[in-house]
């Protein structure tokens, strides 16, 4: 069976690994090329030991990624991933897009439909002409979008855990669109790969930490724009992310004012949405665990109601590196393929 040729750039990097780690066992698609900035000329191997011993990968280099290669690198490969910081990540993968390459993107450049929103939170966009062209990559939410598309922003982590818990909720109207809360806590691995002092051992080991509150989150306008789009109407969250004292994993707790909901209404809601793919929701009196997805492209959904303060409680569990990035990439990847969207993807968490 032939194998689409796939190119990572930025594949140094946590989310870059993560990609690497799923696309060698894909099984309609190659590992052919990967570029990383600070790490060119070095051995894959080397830059990521989790991939020492894996047939056809010893003698793999990271390369470095210049602009006039794109030509050259667009008659070898069929799909390039840029898991790059923002605005640099745009302006690569339009390089790659326009030379006639299938783009997937991991950073947040192309998952703001709204040019002047993304200005207001990141910036100039350097390509915003192709701000139209993006599907966004939620497949739970956009697969019907997603089939045939050419450029795909991967949601971001914390999006990802929001929309999942909300979404169902807000589609059957079963709680109010303002008032909403979402309280998310990640493992130190959303940070990045580069050694920060938030990130050192010592200082998240043994603690928790909110940050970015009040709404000054970049991530807080998509979780609105996806939301909205749910609704029906504009609508404003409040928005927490937390540190929390683990690697990998997020876990999202969202309140809502309910409308006559039930506990079980919200699941069959859920369950509504959710028939088929990657997320499952628990039953009654069972919550969400971050171990119970450790390193599977998989999500976990639970719902409370509170009769006492009319709320409902959403609850969602993801791993932010898969689910939350990598592994949704390639699930959008194979929707928009027309192939089963779990092909190649880890499905079993790690447990314990």
Not at 105 to 116: G, H, K, Q, T, V
Not at 130 to 147: M, T
Not at 263 to 279: D, P, T, W
Request: one cysteine or more; charged letters at 20%.
């Amino acid at each position: 069976m032939e194998k689409l040729q796939v190119g990572v750039v930025g594949a140094a990097g946590y989310t870059g690994a993560e990609l690497a780690r799923i696309l060698v066992s894909h099984p309609k698609l190659n590992l052919a090329w990967l570029s990383g900035h600070s790490t060119a000329g070095q051995r894959l191997v080397d830059v990521l030991p989790s991939l020492i011993g894996v047939p056809g990968l010893r003698d793999t280099q990271l390369e470095a990624f210049e602009d006039d290669r794109v030509p050259a690198l667009a008659e070898r490969l069929d799909v390039v991933f840029t898991a790059l910081p923002h605005a640099t990540s745009a302006r690569v993968g339009a390089a790659f897009l326009r030379a006639g390459v299938q783009v997937v993107d991991l950073s947040a450049d192309y998952r703001l439909s709204d040019p002047a929103v993304y200005e207001e939170w990141y910036g100039a966009h350097p390509e915003k002409d192709l701000l139209r062209e993006a599907r966004y990559g939620l497949v739970e939410w956009h697969r019907e979008e997603l089939f045939g598309a050419r450029l795909i922003a991967a949601p971001g982590c914390y999006p990802t855990s929001a929309i999942l818990a909300l979404g169902p909720l807000l589609r059957a109207g079963l709680i109010e669109p303002d008032g909403i809360i979402i309280d998310s806590k990640s493992g130190v691995s959303g940070a990045g790969r580069k050694p920060l002092p938030s990130t050192h051992l010592p200082e998240c080991s043994e603690g928790m930490r909110p940050y970015k509150v009040a709404g000054t989150h970049r991530h807080t306008p998509e979780i609105e724009q996806e939301l909205s789009r749910i609704a029906g109407l504009p609508l404003r969250v409040l928005f927490t992310p937390q540190l929390a004292p683990m690697t990998r994993g997020i876990l999202t707790c969202a309140y809502g004012r309910a409308k006559g909901a039930t506990a079980e209404g919200c699941r069959e809601a859920a369950r509504e949405v959710y028939k088929s793919g990657l997320v499952s929701v628990l039953p009654d009196k069972m919550l969400p665990d971050t171990l119970w997805v450790r390193g599977s492209a998989r999500g976990l959904v639970a719902y409370e109601v509170d009769e006492r303060t009319n709320t409902v409680l959403a609850f969602c569990a993801i791993d932010n590196l898969a689910k939350g990035a990598s592994a949704q990439a390639v699930q959008a990847l194979n929707v928009s393929r027309g192939w089963p969207e779990e092909l190649g993807l880890p499905l079993a968490a790690q447990f314990p």
